[in-house]
C-alpha cells in the first residue's frame, strides 16, 4: 500500500545511522523512564476493547465548529495565533510567517480509508482553502501524524517540510521534492532561507513505525518553531522525560505550549503523557500558555473521548497556567487573555442545526471531499 511509505535508504540511510540514538537497526529512547509511569499491573487494552469498549468513546453530538478562513486574513495583533484544527494539527501564524503542526485531513488514521479509527467529524475548513505554507512541521510517522492523503496534496505546493530523521523517504515517495524536506536529529536546527524562522527537534520518548516491521525505522521528536519574537513547543507524542528541563533550558522560554493530552493508558505511560503528566511537562518546560493537543479527534485509547480535557481543566483550577482550549477552527492569541469556555460539555446536547451569532460565528461541518489523489 502506498501509504505505508518507504524505508530510508542510500545517503539518508548513512546519516540515520550516524545519529547517536540510533541502536543497531533501529531508533531508539535514550533516556530512563520517569518511576512510576508504567503501571507495571495494567494490562494492554485487547481488541475486543478497543473495538467495542465504552459508551462514551466518541462524542454523541456535532462539534461547535469555528470557521478560520476570514480570520487567517487578518494578521494576529500581537504577532502569534494558533487556531486548532483537530488532533494534533495546528496552524500556527508567527511573525509573518504560516507554519502548520503534524496535518492530517484524511478520514481515519489508518493504512486505509476504509477501516481503522474514524474522525468524529472532517476538519473545520478544506484542504485547499489553507493559505499558502511556509513551513509544515511533521514530528514522527504514525498515521494520526503523518497522513497520505494530506501528503499528496501538500506535495503539490512549495512549502518546506521539517521533520524528523528518516520521515522524509515517506514524503518523497508520495511526491515531496528531496530539496523541499529537512530531516533532523535531536538539538538539530532548520532555518527557513532568507528568514529568521527557526525548527528545532528536541528530545521525545515514543516510537515509531506505519506497519509490522517497521518499527523504529524512523526517529520521533518534539519541536520548537521560534521566530525573533516568539517560541512555540509542540511535543508531538512522547511520555514524560526530565528532559523537559533541558529544552527548557537550551530553546525556552516559550510562549506557547502544545503538549499531547489524550489517547493515553495506564499501560502506555512512558510514551503518552496523559492529562496528568502533561501538566508535570509543563512545569518544566517553564509553565505559561497551554495549548492542548491529541484529544477529540480519533478514539485511540478505550477513554472516554473527554476525559483528558476535563482532567486538565481540573488541573488548572489549582495550577498556575493559562489554559486555552479552543474549539475545533478556533484560533488563540496567548498574548490575549481569554475567558475558558467548556464546549466540549454542550455537544451531547447539540441538534445538527447550525448555530450561528453575530458575535460568535459558528458553523457546524457536515461533510468534506477527502483529497484521496
Not at 147 to 167: E, H, N, Q, W
Not at 189 to 211: E, K, N, V
Not at 280 to 293: D, E, I, Q, R, T
Not at 329 to 344: C, N, Q, R, S
Request: aromatic fraction near 10%; hydrophobic fraction near 40%.
Amino acid at each position: 500500500m502506498k501509504s505505508f511509505g518507504k524505508r530510508a535508504e542510500g545517503l539518508r540511510l548513512e546519516r540515520m545511522r550516524a545519529s547517536p540514538l540510533w541502536a543497531g537497526e533501529e531508533f531508539r529512547n535514550v533516556y530512563p523512564v520517569v518511576p512510576g509511569l508504567r503501571d507495571a499491573s495494567a494490562k494492554m487494552p485487547s481488541i475486543s476493547e478497543f473495538l467495542c469498549g465504552g459508551e462514551r468513546r466518541a462524542p454523541k453530538g456535532p462539534f461547535p465548529v469555528a470557521d478560520p478562513s476570514q480570520l487567517w486574513h487578518q494578521k494576529p495583533q500581537s504577532g502569534l495565533r494558533a487556531t486548532w484544527l483537530g488532533h494534533s494539527t495546528v496552524f500556527i501564524e508567527i511573525d509573518g510567517y504560516r507554519v502548520i503542526t503534524d496535518p492530517v485531513w484524511g478520514p481515519r488514521a489508518s493504512p486505509s480509508t476504509l477501516v481503522g479509527p474514524k474522525r468524529f467529524q472532517p476538519v473545520p475548513v478544506d484542504l485547499r482553502s489553507v493559505p499558502p505554507l511556509d513551513v509544515v512541521v511533521i514530528s514522527h510517522d504514525h498515521y494520526d501524524h503523518l497522513d497520505y492523503p494530506t501528503i499528496r496534496v501538500m506535495a503539490k505546493t512549495d512549502t518546506m517540510f521539517v521533520t524528523s530523521l528518516g520521515v522524509g523517504a515517506h514524503l518523497e515517495a508520495w511526491g515531496v521534492r528531496p530539496e523541499r524536506i529537512a530531516e533532523l536529529d535531536w538539538w538539530e536546527s532548520f532555518r527557513l532561507p532568507g528568514s529568521d524562522l527557526t525548527i528545532t527537534a528536541a528530545p521525545s520518548q515514543h516510537f515509531s513505525g506505519r506497519h509490522m516491521r517497521d518499527r523504529n525505522a524512523t526517529l520521533w521528536s518534539s519541536m520548537v518553531i521560534r521566530s525573533a519574537r516568539h517560541a512555540v513547543f509542540f511535543s508531538g507524542d512522547t511520555g514524560l522525560t526530565n528532559e523537559y528541563q533541558v529544552i527548557r533550558e537550551r530553546l525556552g522560554p516559550f510562549d506557547l505550549v502544545m503538549l499531547e493530552i489524550g489517547a493515553y493508558h495506564p499501560a502506555w505511560g512512558d510514551i503518552h503523557l496523559g492529562p496528568e503528566n502533561a501538566v508535570k511537562a509543563l512545569s518544566l518546560l517553564g509553565g505559561g500558555n497551554f495549548l492542548p493537543v491529541h484529544w477529540g479527534t480519533f478514539a485511540l485509547a478505550t477513554h472516554d473521548w473527554d476525559q483528558p480535557i476535563e482532567t486538565v481543566l481540573t488541573l488548572s483550577q489549582r495550577e498556575d497556567f493559562h489554559l486555552l482550549v479552543p474549539r475545533l477552527g478556533g484560533a488563540v492569541e496567548p498574548a490575549h487573555e481569554y475567558e475558558l469556555d467548556p464546549w466540549w460539555r454542550k455537544i451531547d446536547s447539540l441538534s445538527a442545526e447550525p448555530r450561528i451569532t453575530e458575535e460568535n460565528p459558528i458553523e457546524l461541518v457536515e461533510g468534506q471531499a477527502w483529497p484521496l489523489d
